[in-house]
Each structure stands twice: as structure tokens, then as C-alpha cells.
């Protein structure tokens, strides 16, 4: 079983950064493809950076491309997302979610190949 906690949510103005944070337990994040995907208000959840754990680049979704940034820290077993330039259309709940499959390239986007999620961390960003 793995548990997910995001962290580093909060409220920021426009053009402003956040960095958040997601702390896996009960298992290393030494395998297997973990993303971060976002549901703003009154629309469906979706995609905003994932990777493979092991090998492989990071995808990045168009609207966050440039901006974002995933990252993450084997020490601690948690993973990042650096949000820069923030927009008001960047508010939303952001999810990490995890598999402990080594998903193709073109699954990575996809929230029904992940077992494991997060809580949710609220990021509102202020115009």
C-alpha cells in the first residue's frame, strides 16, 4: 500500500511560484510512473506533468509546458512540481498519483492508470 501527501498548495498572485510537494510512504518511489494531474471547479480532472520513475523524460500537458517543472528527491522519497508564471487558470486541486507499472509513453496521461492518490493540495492563483 502507498500513501500519497501533497503539500505547498496555498494563494498566490498572478506571475507568482509555488512549489509542491508530494511525500510517498509505504513504498520508495523506486519504480513504476507517478504524475500530477488538476481539476479546477466545475470541470474534469487532467493531466499536468508525469514520468516514468526509472528512465524516460517528463511530459508536460501544452497549458503548463515551460512553467512547470517536475522534479524529485530519491532521499526523500518525494516528488515536486515547481509551478512558475502562474495564471488564473492555473487554480485548482492538484493531485500526485502513482502506478507501480512502468506505463508507455502514451498512458502517462491517462488518471485511470494510476492506483495510488494523493489527497489534493488547493492552489488558487489571484489575477
Known amino acids: 500500500q502507498v500513501q500519497l501527501v501533497e503539500s505547498g498548495g496555498g494563494l498566490v498572485q498572478t506571475g507568482q511560484s509555488l512549489r509542491l510537494s508530494c511525500a510517498a510512504s509505504?513504498?520508495?518511489?523506486?519504480?513504476?510512473?507517478m504524475g500530477w494531474f488538476r481539476q479546477a471547479p466545475g470541470k474534469e480532472r487532467e493531466f499536468v506533468a508525469g514520468?516514468?520513475?526509472?528512465?524516460?523524460?517528463?511530459l508536460y500537458s501544452d497549458s503548463v509546458k515551460g512553467r512547470f517543472t517536475l522534479s524529485r528527491d530519491n532521499a526523500k522519497n518525494t516528488v515536486y512540481l515547481q509551478m512558475n508564471s502562474l495564471k488564473p487558470e492555473d487554480t485548482a486541486v492538484y493531485y500526485c498519483?502513482?502506478?507501480?507499472?512502468?506505463?508507455?509513453?502514451?498512458?502517462?496521461?491517462?488518471?485511470?492508470?494510476?492506483?495510488?492518490w494523493g489527497q489534493g493540495t488547493q492552489v488558487t492563483v489571484s489575477s
Open positions: 514520468r516514468r520513475w526509472q528512465f524516460g523524460s517528463t
Open positions: 498519483a502513482v502506478t507501480t507499472r512502468n506505463l508507455i509513453t502514451s498512458s502517462i496521461a491517462l488518471e485511470g492508470e494510476y492506483d495510488y
Open positions: 509505504g513504498r520508495p518511489y523506486s519504480g513504476g510512473t
